[in-house]
């Protein structure tokens, strides 16, 4: 069964104290590892998308790097509005329909 | 451009009841997907459709049903609502299934079944 598992469950930081999230996961063929942002009564958006092992993507403070066992999601000197929940995915090469299967997420909050 | 459009925001029922949700995409996309979100459980897949006319189960497709009458639309229904059925409920659209496709979310509907 694939399974995705995100740690902490919760995080609170200072503004510009660097930290990483942590997202282990079992499947069958990975297909694709998706990190989303969401924020307090929205939908989850888009951040990155990592193939293999080895593959790392930034987006202004966020880098994102994979294992052949985990991915995670590093934050260089946070700001206020980094607040959000960080939710993991993956694609597994047993899923039908595109469909990801999704971690618990972890609830960043950045203090100024 | 509006993305994925749900309706409605919020809904409060009585158990036993019913509703539908609708999911409206504007990206000509093939695929769309039904999720329910709770605390410390993350996004669960209720039903998706791969297509105009197809629907198929997910993770937890017990006591809903949906449909996809129109590419544009998805709909899901709940016959008689149980309180277990309390939830966010995100709907989700993607262009097909290559490794690279994302899926895009809507703002989310969250249903209170008293």
């Known amino acids: 069964e694939d399974q995705v598992t995100q740690s902490p469950e919760a995080l609170r930081l200072q503004e510009g104290e660097s930290s990483s999230l942590n997202c282990s996961y079992t499947?069958?063929?990975?297909?694709?590892l998706f990190w989303y942002r969401q924020d307090p009564g929205k939908g989850p958006e888009f951040l990155f998308t990592l193939y293999s092992a080895g593959e790392e993507k930034e987006k202004e403070r966020l880098k994102a790097t994979l294992t052949k066992k985990e991915s995670f999601l590093h934050i260089t000197a946070p700001k206020p509005e980094d607040s959000a929940t960080y939710l993991c995915a993956v694609r597994s090469q047993r899923n039908q329909g595109g469909k990801l299967i999704f971690g618990q997420g972890t609830e960043l909050s950045v203090k100024p | 451009n509006a993305g994925v459009t749900q309706t409605p925001k919020f809904r409060v029922l009585k158990t036993g009841q019913s509703m539908t949700l609708l999911c409206a995409q504007d990206?000509?996309?093939?695929?769309m997907y039904w999720y329910r979100q709770d605390p410390g459980m993350g996004l669960r897949l209720i039903h998706y459709s791969v297509g105009e006319g197809t629907t198929a189960k997910g993770e937890v497709p017990d006591g809903y049903n949906v449909s996809r009458l129109k590419k544009q639309n998805f709909l899901l229904g709940l016959e008689s609502a149980a309180p277990s059925q309390t939830s966010v409920y995100f709907c989700?659209?993607?262009?097909?299934?290559?490794?690279?496709?994302?899926?895009?979310f809507g703002s989310g509907t969250q249903l209170s079944v008293l």
């Open positions: 989700a659209s993607s262009y097909g299934t290559a490794t690279n496709e994302k899926l895009f």
């Open positions: 990206m000509n996309h093939e695929y």
């Open positions: 499947v069958s063929g990975l297909r694709g």
